[in-house]
T-cell receptor, first 113, second 113 residues
Framework: AQSVTQLGSHVSVSEGALVLLRCNYS??????LFWYVQYPNQGLQLLLK??????LVKGINGFEAEFKKSETSFHLTKPSAHMSDAAEYFC???????????FGTGTRLQVFP | DAGVTQSPTHLIKTRGQQVTLRCSPK?????VSWYQQALGQGPQFIFQ???????QRGNFPDRFSGHQFPNYSSELNVNALLLGDSALYLC????????????FGEGSWLTVV
């Protein structure tokens, strides 16, 4: 069975500070890993995905994530937070490109001026 | 190019009633999935349709049913509504033309009273 754990339901940073959102996964097969962002009252937007190619994945809006098999982690980072980054972030895992997504419970990012 | 479109955006139903939600996938996509997102939680996979057949199903009761039409659009039907069915219902589509990346619609907010 696959699962995702997101550590920290709320993360607060100052504008310009490093953003680090944590995600650990469990999977019996090589996983496909995703980060999605959800702005208030909107659907999910894909930030980036890992599909067994390069372990460091670059996404949209300056975000990136590193796949670490030894730590079963796929943490999301951004060097400098913007006010517009305030949103809910979801990590997800699947067995393949067309397989169902299994989501974590989400991390709400707040950015203070 | 329109993305994934869902209707209605908001609706209120009474316990015991039935509801139908509709989804048009992104142009060129042939696979449609439905997710339920309760308040404060991550999305939960309901089922996936491909070539008008249910290909995968999550852990949801038979009250939840779906359909995919020849033009790839889809409906989600929920019978005998319970208060606990109140949630955001997200439709997602994917297709080989976009590398099977999953795109989400903005969802349908269902409130059961």
């Amino acid at each position: 069975a696959q699962s995702v754990t997101q550590l920290g339901s709320h993360v607060s940073v100052s504008e310009g500070a490093l953003v680090l959102l944590r995600c650990n996964y469990s999977s019996s097969v090589p996983p496909y890993l995703f980060w999605y962002v959800q702005y208030p009252n909107q659907g999910l937007q894909l930030l980036l995905k890992y599909t067994s190619a390069a372990t460091l994945v670059k996404g949209i809006n300056g975000f990136e994530a590193e796949f670490k098999k030894s730590e079963t982690s796929f943490h999301l980072t951004k060097p400098s937070a913007h006010m517009s980054d305030a949103a809910e972030y979801f990590c997800a895992v699947s067995k393949g490109n067309t397989d169902k997504l299994i989501f974590g419970t989400g991390t709400r990012l707040q950015v203070f001026p | 190019d329109a993305g994934v479109t869902q209707s209605p955006t908001h609706l209120i139903k009474t316990r015991g009633q039935q509801v139908t939600l509709r989804c048009s996938p992104k142009s060129g996509h042939d696979t449609v999935s439905w997710y339920q997102q309760a308040l404060g939680q991550g999305p939960q996979f309901i089922f996936q349709y491909y070539e008008e057949e249910e290909r995968q199903r999550g852990n949801f009761p038979d009250r939840f049913s779906g359909h995919q039409f020849p033009n790839y659009s889809s409906e989600l039907n929920v019978n005998a509504l319970l208060l606990g069915d109140s949630a955001l219902y997200l439709c997602a589509s994917s297709g080989s033309d976009s590398g099977n990346t999953i795109y989400f619609g903005e969802g349908s907010w269902l409130t059961v009273v």
